[in-house]
């Protein structure tokens, strides 16, 4: 149920009623204030001034013409021309009624896309680090909830398997076999073994040339180098999975689309976009010009796509990247999950892809931007030695801390059940820190937040849903067989179904906007609802219709909550 669209139809086909133009925005919102009814109309104002009538009067005739059935309680003016709508407590239960019935909690599958989601893209032969976290766990959120939607959604993790390094680190896996050395010893520590292998490539100059011998071998498709090659992305890629797998996230190997895939595409690309006159040739080089993007001195700026040496670039493997995407998937949509600092580089590739036409304009290429993990003393995420930090080792202290604080908290539960609990809350608490956040800004990563119990974090959330579910624990009563119908007798429960039913809206706009953090920010306040309620409304101790009545409602909001955390790739516990 999605009362904000529902109201905004039926507002603008009052406001045509009223002599305004069809498609004239009605702009329902949610209101602040209880005073200003649960929605708020706010463009007849808008539209009064478009046709040169006076708001109030417009606003009036808006009224007269609104046939909001049996939605609304009443609806009035408001200020210079606001419309104010109040619902309805029994229309408002009964679709709660609906909604509780209903597997998919009443929200419609609708206007199916074909969606492709860039997003986690680590490189070979790199561990993880924190920097990839935000990405995989915004990315994976997001594809959460426009697969619920009903989106057919692909998973393109753009991996950095491609590049010069590859023919450092294949001369270096050569010289360990050749040694007869243990290799998934020496890849186990990958990061290890790449800054070995820039090593000898500094200080060895006959390893430097078989290096430089093997980038060019491995480009052109050569049997060894391949094989080699194919290795190193392997075990990268069992190291990502493990990763994946701890913070449930729900990538896989076959999402894995590589840089490398658009290798066969580049000389192409770079042919075509010569005869369109988009490239020129520049001192060996071959360039775009951009006069969207301009130089120190005001001149255009240069985009190389293919260098002297006939090396091809990160932009021009972008530009392949977005073509394939449009033309294989048939998208709709593109959305990129990388960090603000590349935004210029897919501006430039994308103003390129849109000049040759390679994606049509009605197809959005969107980048979702994020800012930066910063330490608690407001400087980028590192070690106490100053070095990136390892995802596996974050989420192993994740794993001590959530230990210490689960032990303390329940001394008399069996180890099992502890260390269960610790893990799910651990993985909780470093996903929801992140997703809460407005993904644009950068954050500060903070221990001591992300696991306590109060504000708007994952533990408090955990802990919300476990009151929910310890109600029927105590009960005896199954909370997916409940029978009878809720009716709102009290303005908490009011208050706590109106938001209940507001579940489709958030969904709708973390697909949209593509940030998670609307849904935190929704199940927030929903807990806080509930608690109100649970004060406010005893369930247990009442009797009769409003027991069962209230019982619908904590179950209603069980199933929100739920449903809501796993959009976010958080899982509940029954008890804590
Ligand atoms: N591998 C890149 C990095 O670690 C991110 C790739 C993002 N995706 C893309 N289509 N460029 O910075």
Known sequence: MNIQSLLNEK???????????????????????????????????????????????????????????????????????FINIFLNDQWLAKQADIALSDAH??????????????????????EMHVGHLRSTIIGDAVVRTLEF??????????????????????????????????????????ENFYRESKARYDEDEAFAATARDYVVRLQRGDAYCKEKWEKLVKVTLEQNQQNYDRLNVSLTPKDVMGESLYNDMLPGIVEDLKAKGIAVEDDGAQVVFLDEYKNKDGEPMGVIIQKRDGGFLYTTTDIACAKYRYEQFNADRVMYFIDSRQHQHLMQAWTIVRKAEYVPETVSLEHHAFGMMLGKDGKPFKTRAGGTVRLADLLDEAETRAKALIAEKNPDMDAAEQANIATTVAMAAVKYSDLSKHRTTDYIFDWD?????????APYMQYAYTRVASVFAKSGVDRDALDGEMIIEHEKEKALVAKLLQFEEAVKSVAREGQPHLMCSYLFELAGLFSSFYEACPILLSEGHTRQSRLRMAALTAKTIKQGLALLGINTLERM
């Open 105 to 126: 909690l009443g929200i419609e599958k609708q206007d199916k896309q074909n969606i492709v989601v860039d997003y986690s893209a680590p490189n070979v032969a790199k």
């Open 449 to 457: 937040h992300m696991l306590a119990f109060e504000g708007n974090t």
């Open 11 to 81: 507002v603008s086909a009052a406001m045509v009623a009223a002599g305004a133009p069809e498609g004239t925005p009605a702009a329902v919102r949610q209101s602040a204030k209880p005073q200003f009814g649960d929605y708020q109309a706010n463009g007849v104002m808008g539209a009064a001034k478009k046709i040169g009538t006076n708001p109030r009067e417009f606003a009036q005739k808006v009224l007269d013409a609104l046939d909001l059935g049996d939605m609304a309680s009443r609806a009035e003016i408001a200020g210079p021309g």
């Open 149 to 190: 939607l009903g989106h057919k959604v692909t998973r393109a993790n753009h991996l950095g398997d491609w590049g010069t390094q590859f023919g450092m680190l294949i001369a270096n896996l050569e010289l360990h076999e050749s040694r007869g050395d243990d290799i998934s010893m020496e890849l186990g520590d990958i």
